[in-house]
Structure formats: C-alpha cells, structure tokens
C-alpha cells in the first residue's frame, strides 16, 4: 500500500463526532474552572473584608454603621462560600462528563486504528496476491 494515506473506515464520521463532543466537553471544563477560580478569589476578597476591623473612636451611630457593615460582610462571606462551594461541584461534575467522553473518544480512536490496521493488511494481501499472480502468468508465458 501507498505510504502516507491511510484508508477511511466506517467509523470516522463517530470518532470525528466523539472527538467534537469530547472538544466541547474540555471546553466546558476550562469553563468551570475559570468560574471556581473566579468564586474562589471572590471568597478570598470577601474574607479579607469582612476581618477588617473598621471600627474606630466616634460616635454610638458611627459604631453602628460599622456594625452594620460588617454584619453585611459577613454574609457576603456565606454568599461567597456557597458560591464557591457551586462552582467546585461543577468543576467535579465537568471532570466527570469530560472523563466519560474521553473513555469513549479512546475506545472509538483504538477501534478506529484496528480496523485502519485490518484494511490496511488486507490491501497489502491483495497486492502481493496481485504481485504474485502476476508474476505466475508472466513464468507461465515464457
């Protein structure tokens, strides 16, 4: 068989297909990723506001007003927390669905290579038969 091209299989257009599905699924991946990373910044932010002490000498409403914000701080905290704790289960469940599509990606591409291997072996049957018949008539001629 000619080097450099290999023959097409009845299973390209799904490993073609699976390899797009897998493509996105990594995208989505990177995707929640970025989202946790983001969430978890915010939560680092969050903390860092809401252990500042903003009190300070002045009157009863002043200390209330900082009482206030910090009460608002600290929920901010909460909200950051959950936020992030949303964003890491959707990374995990994105590892998830990409590690199950990559298997199956896998699967297909090793599938794919054996059946190129067969196609490849029985083309290279079919010439040397060819090569060998061919020689055969020309000795029969002589």
């Given at each position: 068989?000619?080097?450099?091209?290999?023959?097409?299989?009845?299973?390209d257009?799904?490993?073609?297909?699976?390899?797009?599905?897998?493509?996105?699924?990594l995208?989505d991946l990177?995707?929640?990723?970025?989202?946790?990373?983001?969430a978890?910044?915010?939560?680092r932010v969050?903390h860092a506001?809401a252990r500042?002490?903003?009190?300070?000498?002045?009157?009863?409403?002043?200390w209330?007003?900082?009482?206030?914000?910090?009460?608002?701080a600290?929920?901010?905290v909460?909200?950051a927390?959950?936020s992030?704790?949303?964003?890491?289960?959707?990374?995990?469940?994105?590892?998830?669905?990409?590690?199950?599509?990559h298997?199956?990606?896998?699967?297909?591409r090793?599938?794919?290579?054996t059946?190129?291997?067969?196609?490849?072996?029985?083309?290279?049957a079919?010439?040397r038969?060819?090569?060998?018949?061919?020689?055969?008539m020309?000795?029969?001629?002589?």
């Amino acid at each position: 068989m000619k080097t450099g091209m290999s023959p097409r299989t009845r299973l390209d257009p799904a490993v073609k297909l699976q390899e797009h599905r897998e493509e996105n699924s990594l995208h989505d991946l990177a995707k929640a990723s970025r989202a946790a990373a983001e969430a978890d910044e915010t939560l680092r932010v969050a903390h860092a506001r809401a252990r500042h002490d903003h009190r300070q000498v002045g009157t009863a409403a002043d200390w209330q007003l900082a009482e206030h914000a910090h009460t608002r701080a600290l929920a901010d905290v909460a909200v950051a927390e959950r936020s992030a704790k949303t964003a890491t289960q959707a990374v995990g469940a994105s590892r998830s669905v990409y590690t199950t599509i990559h298997a199956k990606a896998e699967a297909l591409r090793r599938l794919q290579l054996t059946r190129r291997e067969d196609a490849i072996r029985a083309i290279d049957a079919s010439e040397r038969k060819s090569s060998e018949d061919l020689f055969l008539m020309r000795r029969a001629v002589r």
